[in-house]
């Protein structure tokens, strides 16, 4: 009869014990499995959740910018209806200078303040949309990679019982078995004796196997299947331990056969009834010994905007950008992540050798119009203060009529340069402008712009102090100080755009002067501005107050050069009128030139 298995344990040689505990070892690596599969279809739940989530936050989002655009069409509509109203209203008061147009232009004034309010709700609806949209693409990325995760494990899982399986079949084991057998009265005694043994073997085989599947971990999977492999018993050796007749005509061995299997590779997939590909042998890597599928391994050149970030792909980090990997051909998460930037994250597939840019965008809170700053420079000086603008859609030209959309942050000069900033420039790199070349700059007298030789921005042709602004400098000698600052500091110094300084200039204001479409007086230093320096000479910077984000002298004082190749300046003088100074005016003049009217500030560029 076929002994059960506690007796059979008893039994059992060294060998039988060595492979049980690798079946052990390979049952213990299932539930493992079992419980990161678990663990993991929790975290994809969640994640689902928190896509579902930040899904409707998108579609609130959407909506209320869809609304803001709706609000803003019929607040424009508005605004015309109010400033035709106003304009009629003019000319009425052009017969009729009695006539009270207060409340037309309190309408008009309402109309201006609705039409910006709403213009400020979308540029921050947009950005937060932006971010929304950010953000989802990351939980999307995190979901993808927890699947993927998911499908990785099952496949491990799927090994990892085949592998088992492969470890109970090897069990070594013994039967005892008795047999007892008829002989047909044609044979021999011995020939009675060997046919009753082979019988008392084929009966040891059979309980063998029966064994090996009962004691399998997954019995009810494997015996369906039984008929499909071979588990190609063998026997070692056997002892007999009683042989002779029970009685007048039977024959009786009892006997002790020592027993193992010695399936094929692939026959613990086929009766668990997985791909035969998940029985192959592995090595500690988990890559194939044999039978192996050529898989192509392809390199990633991964690059990125910034410096000092960090980059991980399929969970693995590879340090900071620029970086080449090698990789398998397939789908891959990549992400690329910087404090204070939006992390990259992206399921990309793989299939040659490619190179991936990535763009790291900083975050928006960190980053606020209106911030003041100083780099140092060489000596323990400063260099001269900014303040910053960040991207978004703004309002510029004549009247305000014109938006543009600001794709980059930047910072640019609270103040023109100053006569003492461009000295400390000078004494550094013993440096001559192009006035102290030609031995001329530029004036304006008696509203007649005349050469004056021999002067240069030491002597402009009236007193001035280290705070006043520097004049008769050229674009060319604006340029040298920018690029003076910027390898002094390692970052980007260079003379803004047109738009750049117009954005700085109005500050939000959609006016022609930052406080408002009437010049009034005393206000800042133009020709016939009323000030004490009108007409006379430059005043030192930050004698005016500042506009809404601090940048002094944006209206008046001194020309300040752009960057324009043709030779555009900005933003009026002090021997100019006050109708040339708005924000929105312009003054051309060759690039080469040096007048005592003519400054400029610097723009330094924000990664």
Request: net charge negative.
């Amino acid at each position: 009869m076929r002994q059960g298995l506690p007796a059979l344990l008893l039994a059992l040689s060294p060998c039988l014990m060595v492979s049980s505990t690798l079946a052990e070892e390979a049952s213990s690596s299932v539930s493992t499995i079992d419980d990161a599969l678990s663990s993991q279809s929790a975290d994809l739940q969640d994640a689902k959740k928190t896509t579902e989530t930040q899904q409707a936050a998108y579609k609130k989002q959407s909506a209320e910018l869809v609304q803001l655009e709706t609000q803003a069409k019929a607040l424009d509509e508005t605004l015309q209806s109010a400033k035709a109203s106003l304009q009629k209203a003019y000319a009425k008061m052009l017969d009729d200078p009695k006539t009270d147009i207060t409340a037309i232009k309190e309408t008009y004034q309402s109309a201006w303040s609705d039409v910006k309010q709403n213009q400020k709700a979308r540029l921050e609806a947009t950005q937060k949309l932006q971010d929304i949209e950010a953000q989802l693409a990351q939980l999307k990325a995190k979901e993808s990679s927890i699947e993927q995760k998911i499908t990785a494990l099952g496949h491990d899982k799927l090994r990892a019982r085949a592998q088992r399986l492969k470890s109970e079949l090897k069990l070594t084991g013994e039967q005892k078995v008795s047999f007892t057998n008829k002989c047909d009265i044609k044979m021999t005694l011995a020939q009675c004796a060997d046919q009753t043994k082979e019988l008392a073997l084929q009966k040891a085989v059979n309980n063998y196997q029966d064994w090996l599947v009962d004691a399998a971990t997954e019995t009810s999977a494997i015996k369906p299947n039984l008929s499909k492999v071979s588990l190609n018993i063998h026997l070692i050796k056997y002892d007999t331990n009683k042989a002779g007749f029970a009685d007048s005509t039977r024959y009786q061995t009892v006997l002790t056969a020592q027993l193992e299997s010695r399936a094929g590779e692939d026959a613990a997939c086929t009766l668990l009834g997985i791909d035969k590909s998940y029985c192959y042998a592995v090595d500690q890597n988990g890559q194939r010994q044999q039978n192996q599928k050529e898989v192509a391994w392809v390199s990633l050149n991964v690059r990125s905007n910034q410096y000092n970030d960090n980059v991980v792909v399929d969970d693995v980090n590879y340090g900071s950008t620029p970086v080449e990997i090698m990789l398998p051909v397939g789908n891959h998460l990549i992400t690329i992540e910087k404090e204070g930037y939006h992390s990259f994250s992206q399921m990309i597939g793989i299939n040659s050798d490619q190179t991936l840019r990535a763009v790291l965008r900083e975050q928006a809170n960190l980053l606020k119009p209106g911030h003041k700053f100083a780099d140092s420079l060489k000596g323990n000086i400063k260099a001269p203060e900014m303040i910053t603008l960040i991207r978004g859609e703004y309002l510029v030209g004549e009247n305000a009529s014109r938006k543009i959309s600001l794709d980059h942050a930047f910072a640019m000069s609270a103040s023109p340069i100053t006569v003492g900033e461009f000295e400390t420039f000078v004494t550094q790199t013993g440096y001559q402008t192009d006035a102290e070349l030609k031995h001329l700059c530029i004036s304006v007298n008696n509203s007649e712009v005349t050469p004056v030789s021999d002067s240069y921005w030491r002597n402009p042709g009236f007193k001035q102090t280290a705070s006043n602004p520097v004049v008769c400098v050229s674009q060319n000698d604006a340029k040298a100080y920018t690029d003076w600052l910027s390898k002094q500091t390692g970052s980007v110094y260079r003379l803004p755009t047109e738009e750049e300084w117009e954005i700085a200039a109005r500050s939000g204001s959609q006016n022609d002067y930052w406080w408002g479409d009437d010049f009034g007086a005393d206000k800042a230093n133009t020709g016939w501005g009323g000030s004490k320096w009108s007409n006379k000479s430059t005043s030192p910077v930050g004698s005016f107050a500042p506009n809404n984000l601090g940048f002094y002298d944006v209206v008046g004082n001194v020309w300040e050069w752009t960057k324009d190749s043709r030779g555009m300046a900005k933003g009026g003088a002090w021997s100019f009128s006050p109708d040339m100074a708005k924000a929105s005016s312009e003054l051309f003049i060759d690039p080469n030139s040096a007048a005592n009217y003519l400054g400029f500030r610097v723009l330094r560029e924000l990664k």
